[in-house]
């Protein structure tokens, strides 16, 4: 069981906005502004997203953004593309000594 | 940039098994390094993840006392020592590397290719 939890999955069309809630507790995603998030395709390894709650990696698209509120990170995709189509995580810093991910949010673009 | 994990396989419930993860392509202590696995159809799990000198280690309790992640800068090597391994470490295990120098932020900005692990009872 993850410390942090997740959607199972989302779904959206093409061009649509979705957003991918990561829930943790005042100790962890509430307390930390350690929170990133990572997309892995099928077979691929995973791929840093977002740092730091808001902050895009180097050559992310400005299509991704993240946002925290409370005890809870979240993550949009705005014009939303067939190759968004993937697994989400999210990790965050859990303590002053460990990190956890979220347990996935498969992503559908239908 | 590339990371490339070895040392993977099959072992029996108790065993031992040693990890490596050669770098290249950066200067290897000057970022904090760490360990995630990944079992077969399951989601992402921290294992452990220690900084750039060596000096600071962090484990999730789900490893500790069992696993010790180490480094060896003069060869850009990061290891894990896998002791008395259970079914459930059975999984692809990826090294990967900070974003940045200096503080420990696991935001994994390289992962290597991983390396399969399997334990049986």
């Known amino acids: 069981q993850s410390a942090l939890t997740q959607p199972a999955s989302v779904s959206g069309s093409p061009g649509q906005s979705i957003t991918i809630s990561c829930t943790g507790t005042s100790s962890d995603v509430g307390f930390y502004n350690f929170v990133s998030w990572y997309q892995q395709r099928p077979g691929k390894v995973p791929k840093l997203l977002i740092y730091e709650v808001t902050y895009r990696h180097l050559g992310v698209s400005d299509r991704f953004s993240g946002s925290k509120s409370g005890n809870t990170a979240s993550l949009t995709i705005s014009g939303l593309q067939a190759d968004d189509e993937a697994d989400y995580y999210c990790n965050s810093k859990t303590s002053s000594t460990t990190w956890a991910f979220g347990g996935g949010t498969k992503l559908t673009v239908l | 940039v590339q990371l490339l994990e070895s040392g993977g396989g099959s072992v029996q419930s108790g065993g031992s098994l040693r990890l490596s993860c050669a770098a290249s392509g950066f200067t290897f202590g000057n970022y904090v390094m760490s360990w995630v696995r990944q079992a077969p159809g399951k989601g992402l799990e921290w294992v452990a993840t220690?900084?750039?000198?060596?000096?600071?280690?962090f484990h999730a309790d789900s490893v500790k006392g069992r696993f010790t992640v180490s480094r060896d800068n003069s060869k850009s090597t990061l290891f894990l020592q896998m002791n008395s391994l259970r079914a459930e470490d059975s999984a692809v295990y990826y090294c990967?590397?900070?974003?940045?120098?200096?503080?420990?932020?696991?935001?994994?900005?390289?992962w290597g290719q991983g390396t399969l692990v399997t334990v049986s009872s």
């Open positions: 990967t590397k900070d974003a940045f120098g200096g503080i420990v932020t696991n935001d994994f900005d390289v």
């Open positions: 220690i900084n750039g000198r060596g000096v600071d280690t």
